[in-house]
């Protein structure tokens, strides 16, 4: 939505440019959910996610290497393929981190 020439707030939907009051409450229902949908999609690094779970980068790595963590979906950025984290997999690795980690005190110990 953008500012017109006369004041009033005009949106481009379908191919026409149109005022706020001429939109039909759909598709004003559409486009906040897609906006909503975009914000709360927030994309990390491994840093990032290694920060976040409050283990080092390396021991996140080592899981991933290990089959322990599911790998994240790769992008090419730059000519370089990265790691794109997204908050299902923050919590995956955070519930990894809880069901095989003590606070503070390393591995669970192992059951027998």
């Known amino acids: ?8 707030t005009s949106a481009r939907v379908g191919g026409s440019s149109k005022t706020a009051a001429e939109i039909s409450p759909k ?8 906006a909503n949908t975009i914000i709360l999609m927030r ?6 996610v290694a920060q976040l779970a409050k ?3 390396q ?3 080592r899981w991933l290497y290990a089959g322990s963590v599911a790998e994240p979906k790769r992008q090419d ?6 790691r794109v984290w997204t908050q ?8 990894f981190k809880e069901d095989n ?8 110990k192992q059951t027998k």
């Open 55 to 57: 283990i080092h980068k």
């Open 77 to 82: 950025v730059g000519g370089q393929d990265v």
């Open 101 to 108: 980690y003590r606070k503070g005190r390393g591995r669970k």
């Open 88 to 95: 299902l997999d923050l919590k995956r690795v955070k519930a």
């Open 27 to 34: 598709t004003i229902d559409k486009l906040t959910k897609y």
């Open 43 to 48: 994309e990390y690094s491994t840093g990032q």
């Open 1 to 8: 939505m953008a500012q017109g020439v006369n004041g009033r």
């Open 59 to 61: 021991t996140l790595l």
